[in-house]
């Protein structure tokens, strides 16, 4: 009986059997990981060129408009407009728009003032239109959730309480004459 059963386990030892399926465990984490994270990044490109362009599209709009100061809501909307593939534009894009010396560039000093859909509207942090040759700095805050938050780049995003990461445009500006 004890050589039947030590015969068995020599044989198992000698098996190869079942080494595949340990390289493919391995290499199937590897690459899926790698997929997943491609995919998040090219979805994250995808958004911030989309939010690049629609913000470059509206500050081309204010700096060659001729008619009032736009406010916050039209800034907004405008980008939002230009901007087809944020979701839930209205609640996840927030503005600041503030007035700089060319000679003093202090710039934003605080991080940016992002808000998700989720959150309870809050007033803006600073808004100032500016005013004839002025020069001006526009920062745009976008949330957004990732596709796979769980999985490769996706899970090490800096996230809020909800779930959501940030993408931020900054753009700069002079006001033309009127």
């Known amino acids: 009986m004890t050589r039947l059963v ?11 059997d079942g080494n595949v399926t340990i390289e493919f465990a391995i290499w199937f984490t590897l690459v899926f990981m790698l997929l997943a994270s491609g995919i998040e990044i090219a979805y994250m490109n995808l958004r911030h060129a989309m939010l690049e362009r629609a913000v470059d599209l509206s500050v081309r709009d204010i700096r060659l408009g001729t008619g009032s100061p736009p406010s916050y809501l039209e800034v907004r909307d405008s980008i939002c407009e230009k901007a087809n593939i944020i979701q839930n534009c209205a609640g996840n894009l927030r503005l600041e728009m503030i007035p700089v010396s ?12 992002c808000q998700n859909a989720e959150q309870e509207p809050r007033p803006v942090r600073s808004f100032a239109p500016g005013m004839e040759n002025q020069l001006m700095l526009l920062r745009v805050c976008m949330t957004f959730k990732p596709v796979l938050p769980t999985i490769g780049l996706g899970e090490k ?7 959501y990461s940030w993408l931020v445009v900054k753009s700069a500006f ?3 004459p009127r």
């Open 157 to 163: 995003l800096h996230k809020d309480a909800e779930g």
């Open 174 to 176: 002079v006001q033309e």
């Open 6 to 16: 030590l015969r068995r386990l020599r044989r198992f030892g000698r098996a190869e």
């Open 102 to 113: 060319p000679r003093a560039m202090d710039g934003f000093t605080e991080s940016p003032d």
